[in-house]
């Protein structure tokens, strides 16, 4: 699998020639967190190319991370699923996340931001256990990025897996969120709270009152987002 050996029988040395190729690091937060399709590891790793995504795939199949399955009825269609050295990876991922959270200065994070990406995330952590039993439509409204990136909306309902669509779904919206990307990603990220952000104008929240009133209890965070910075 590696690109280029360090030639030491080091463990670090020999778990960094698999681990510390372009992508993979990233590639496998998004297997940890739960993406298993293609499509789905594309849309959490938007910047990556297919090609290079199908060649981490493989690398990691050959190194014994990942499985590929093929999916119950769907032809030609395969998951990907950790191994159990793979899921062995998950607490590596946590710790790399939260040394990043806690180390990695505030604006060097900000500087990077991608709409997709960031309602990629927020769509797997929506918790809609406290939301009415209907469907729940919420649009997130950017107002400084260009039109094809500007609109989002999370569809919600109860025992069913939260739709992300970056195309007007055409129900009824139930909530509407309006900020500037920063804000979001800042609130996001635990850097900023959502009512400090609303209390001094950087989000708009309007719509269904007992959405708005709840919002803390389904709108989940990064799940760094609880660990402390020690740099600004």
């Given at each position: 699998m590696a690109e280029g050996s360090y030639n030491q029988f080091c463990p670090v040395a020999m778990a960094a020639e698999i681990l510390c190729t372009r992508w993979t690091m990233v590639l496998l937060r998004e297997l940890v967190a739960g993406s298993s399709r293609f499509n789905e590891l594309r849309r959490g790793?938007?910047?990556?190319?297919p090609a290079l995504l199908s060649k981490r795939l493989k690398d990691l199949e050959d190194a014994g991370i990942v499985e590929r399955r093929p999916v119950r009825g769907g032809e030609a269609i395969s998951e990907y699923a950790l191994t159990p050295a793979g899921r062995d990876l998950q607490p590596v991922i946590e710790a790399v996340g939260v040394w990043g959270q806690k180390w990695v200065e505030t604006n060097a994070s900000l500087?990077?931001?991608?709409?997709?990406?960031?309602?990629?995330?927020?769509?797997?952590?929506i918790d809609p256990s406290p939301m009415p039993d209907s469907r729940s439509t919420i649009q997130v409204i950017f107002s400084d990025q260009p039109e094809a990136r500007r609109n989002w909306w999370l569809i919600v309902q109860q025992g069913a897996d939260v739709d992300l669509c970056s195309v007007d779904p055409g129900f009824d919206v139930d909530l509407y969120l309006a900020t500037d990307l920063r804000t979001m990603t800042?609130?996001?990220?635990?850097?900023?709270?959502?009512?400090?952000?609303?209390?001094?104008?950087?989000?708009?929240?309007?719509?269904?009152?007992?959405?708005?009133?709840?919002?803390?209890?389904?709108?989940g965070l990064s799940p760094f987002a609880k660990v402390d910075k020690l740099v600004a």
């Open positions: 790793v938007p910047r990556m190319s500087e990077k931001l991608d709409p997709s990406l960031l309602m990629w995330d927020m769509r797997r952590n800042e609130i996001w990220m635990g850097y900023v709270g959502a009512d400090a952000a609303k209390a001094d104008g950087r989000l708009m929240v309007t719509g269904s009152r007992r959405l708005e009133r709840d919002l803390k209890t389904w709108f």
